[in-house]
């Protein structure tokens, strides 16, 4: 991620770079090849920093929904673990309740 924070400037000079090359290749002026450096330097610089930007923005959502569904199967494993004792404890009070003793008691 480090190099993300780079991209502008190495994108910038790196077609800064072919530009003067391409220019001293086919004998353009001096002043002209600057003029074509310099503004080809700052619109890539701008290039290069709307990118990162880009990329760092992607990267923000990705660990945003890993951290959200992180935190939903947590809530679904509690959610399971409470229908789970629920179901427990509706099973345990359904045998309760057929422990009931029907005896009549010769004392009545």
């Known amino acids: 991620m480090d190099n993300i924070h780079k991209l502008p400037f190495i994108s ?11 220019s001293f290749k086919y004998d353009r002026g001096s002043q002209s090849t600057y003029i074509k450096m310099a503004v080809t330097m700052i619109v890539f610089y701008l290039l290069g920093l709307y990118i990162k930007n880009v990329i760092i923005k992607f990267a923000q959502e990705i660990g945003e929904k890993k951290e959200q569904e992180a935190k939903e199967a947590i809530a679904t494993a509690r ?10 404890k509706m099973t345990e009070n359904e045998v309760n309740r057929t422990k009931i003793d029907y005896k009549i008691d010769d004392n009545s």
Do not use: D, S, W
């Not at 910038?12 to 391409?22: D, R």
């Not at 959610?79 to 427990?88: D, G, M, S, T």
């Open 12 to 22: 910038g000079a790196v077609m800064t770079i072919i530009i003067g090359l391409i």
């Open 79 to 88: 959610r399971k673990k409470i229908a789970e004792k629920y179901n427990e």
